[in-house]
């Protein structure tokens, strides 16, 4: 037999802003996570996904530091892809933005399957800061879009069970600690593209799990998915059982109809087929399927309301049509986790593809005649034949390597001595952010810096803190330790740590700064307030040029003491961190809103108006945030200009 599929290089080049450096500063706090069940609700949820609503959500970021140095200037820049085409399809992924499958195009009638973002803009709405929009997102991790989405993964070819190639992508993820990949082929004259997933869990007990897989598509369609009933959660925060497709005197499978932005977990049967559709006007569209392990489905949509259209506008260009998402997950719904057992693992098959049916109809009548056209186009029989083909070649060592990604696992696979077969983390892929815990694993003890500068990641797994806490206890070793203690849940113990380094630190803003994120958690306002401003002293009279590293230091240390001595109206004092950032810091939208609310508590109204007038972009605004609007209405009883209107709820 001859294959046709091939893998190869390519280049995708997009108007793209620069992601910038991490925040240096350990994430001693989540971020404000809007899925998150409210307690009216608890009581009304089926037993096994209450159950799972309440096991482990993720309390911390640690270890992975926060994504936030991104601003919103794009030039043209070149991102090294890969491309799986057979005579039926072309897909595109660029494993360097966390294996995105960024277009998935029908060979046969030149028509995209997927929304394809056409810029490269980073927002903050990922764990941890920076996600972008646009084709279909791998999210592990915690609920939330995955902390890999703007992060390398490693790639390689690898045989394929047709006797052809896949593309195998892989990582180390780092909040559950779990390694995953995602095999990616194209079966010869096949019209979907089939995905083999694979989370393991090589540790001796059990670990909470979440995947869902985001499938971005173009929001003027019909959404089918084999359901009844749907769970419905808003930015409101509130978690209720409604009827398919008509909700609230609307139908809700059209995602133009919602005003707000909303999720719609539908309530797929057991034993039912597992499968979700976006079709066009025309009956054209996209299809996702997959064996039953992968049991929820969901659409997302944004709205038509002034927020949602703003926040599209905010993640593409002017005049690029918008996108909602279908998704497919391991849970019913996001707000659950799933309990992997020690030793064990979780795989399952996904396939896209085209899909041509009518959409228009009544609702029973229109799923029977998609579910018979599936049937059709790829039988159910053929993808559970399909999974249990590629399960023997999930072990498949990899061969050319295509791309490289971060060397956390081999650090991890150093350690633990696991074996991973199909998913080799190999010891040539440390780098520097790996040294020093290298060192502490082979020689028990943390190394000093060989130059003044802001201190590298911090591991707080539970075996790295008990190597911690067997170390010498240097100050350095005890910053690293009292983070480690901080997310175990043992703050007390943490301080502890973090003073006694301050008797010997030669670098006081670390610790002065962890422990004033422990006085503000306490409530100790005050004090908090007086070891911010110490800490940017210190930090001022330390660094040692205006690079990149020192220069992410101080802004991201100056956006919490200015928070934080505004809080408690020490206005001056505040004035005096604004003064010292430097010009380019004070320029960014984040800080331009920070400088309008420190005018207004100045007492000088009109000039901070005036920021709002000159306009600014807050780069990194939060998902679901509402702090410029707030501001807005403390200096002004006129509405919300449109620019500045990020709302995804309803008022009240």
């Known amino acids: 037999m001859v294959i046709v599929t091939t893998i190869r290089r390519a280049a995708v080049t997009l108007p793209a802003a620069q992601l910038g450096p991490d925040n240096p500063l350990p994430p001693l706090l989540p971020l404000d996570e809007v899925h998150r069940v409210d307690e009216r609700d608890r009581d009304e949820l089926p037993r096994d996904m209450a159950r799972q609503t309440d096991y482990e959500p993720l309390r911390s970021l640690l270890p992975v530091r926060v994504r936030d140095g991104y601003e919103r200037t794009r030039e043209p820049r070149e991102f090294d892809a890969v491309v799986i085409e057979n005579d039926r399809l072309r897909a595109t992924v660029l494993p360097g933005l966390g294996g995105r499958l960024v277009s998935l195009v029908q060979l046969t009638t030149g028509r995209e399957l997927l929304y394809r973002n056409p810029v490269f803009q980073p927002a903050n709405f990922a764990l941890n800061g920076a996600w972008f929009s646009g084709g279909v997102e791998w999210n592990i991790g915690a609920t939330g879009h995955t902390t890999l989405s703007c992060s390398p993964l490693h790639a390689a070819r690898v045989p394929a069970p047709d006797g052809g190639e896949m593309l195998r992508l892989w990582e ?10 995602v095999d990616l082929w194209l079966p010869d004259g096949s019209d979907f593209l089939h995905v083999g997933v694979r989370v393991r869990n090589p540790h001796e007990r059990p ?20 359901a009844e009933e749907a769970w419905h959660f808003g930015y409101e925060r509130r978690l209720r059982r409604v009827p398919v497709p008509e909700y609230d005197g609307t139908d809700r499978t059209y995602p133009p109809n919602s005003t707000f932005a909303a999720d719609y977990f539908y309530d797929v049967p057991d034993g039912r087929r597992r499968w979700i559709a976006a079709l066009d006007a025309d009956g054209h569209g996209l299809v996702q399927t997959s064996t039953d392990t992968l049991r929820g489905r969901k659409l997302f949509v944004w709205g038509t309301g002034s927020g949602g259209r703003r926040w599209q506008n905010w993640l593409t260009e002017p005049g690029t049509g918008g996108y909602c998402e279908i998704q497919a997950g391991l849970a019913r719904t996001q707000l659950e986790h799933v309990r992997l057992d020690a030793g064990g693992e979780l795989s399952w098959l996904e396939a896209y593809g085209p899909l041509d049916t009518d959409p228009e109809g009544e609702w029973p009548a229109v799923l029977g005649a998609a579910e018979d056209r599936l049937e059709t186009v790829l039988p159910r029989a053929d993808v559970d034949a399909a999974y249990a083909a590629w399960k023997p070649y999930a072990d498949t060592e990899p061969g050319e390597l295509l791309a490289t990604g971060s060397g956390w696992g081999a650090l991890e696979v150093l350690r ?54 067997t170390a010498p206890a240097t100050p350095l070793t005890e910053y690293h330790l009292g983070v480690a203690q901080w997310h175990a849940g043992d703050r007390a113990q943490a301080v502890r740590s973090w003073e006694r380094a301050l008797e010997l630190a030669p670098s006081l803003w670390p610790l002065l700064r962890c422990l004033a994120v422990a006085d503000r958690e306490a409530g100790n306002h005050e004090r908090a307030a007086d070891r911010y401003e110490e800490a940017f002293d210190d930090l001022c009279g330390e660094r040692r040029d205006d690079g990149e590293q020192w220069t992410a230091a101080t802004a991201a240390l100056g956006r919490e003491a200015l928070e934080t001595l505004l809080a408690v109206g020490r206005v001056a004092a505040a004035r005096g961190v604004w003064e010292r950032l430097h010009p380019t810091t ?13 005018l207004l508590a100045e007492a000088r109204p009109d000039e901070a108006l005036a920021v709002f007038y000159a306009g600014f972009e807050v780069a990194d605004l939060r998902e679901g945030a509402e ?26």
């Open 627 to 652: 702090t410029i609007g707030r501001l807005w209405a403390r200096l002004s009883d006129e509405p919300l200009p449109e620019g500045f209107d990020f709302r995804m709820r309803p008022e009240g």
């Open 416 to 469: 633990g001595g696991f074996k991973l077969p199909g998913t080799p983390f190999d010891e040539a892929t440390l780098t520097d952010a790996q040294t020093p815990w290298l060192q502490l694993l082979r020689s028990g003890l943390v190394p000093e810096p060989r130059r003044v500068r802001p201190p590298g990641e911090t591991l707080v797994a539970p075996h790295w803190r008990d190597m911690l806490e």
């Open 172 to 181: 180390w993820e780092r909040l559950r600690d779990l390694p995953f990949q």
């Open 207 to 226: 670990v909470p799990t979440y995947w869902w897989s985001n499938i971005a598509v173009p929001e003027r369609c019909r959404v089918l998915a084999p």
């Open 586 to 598: 004070r320029h960014r939208g984040r800080f331009r809103l920070i400088e309008a609310g420190l």
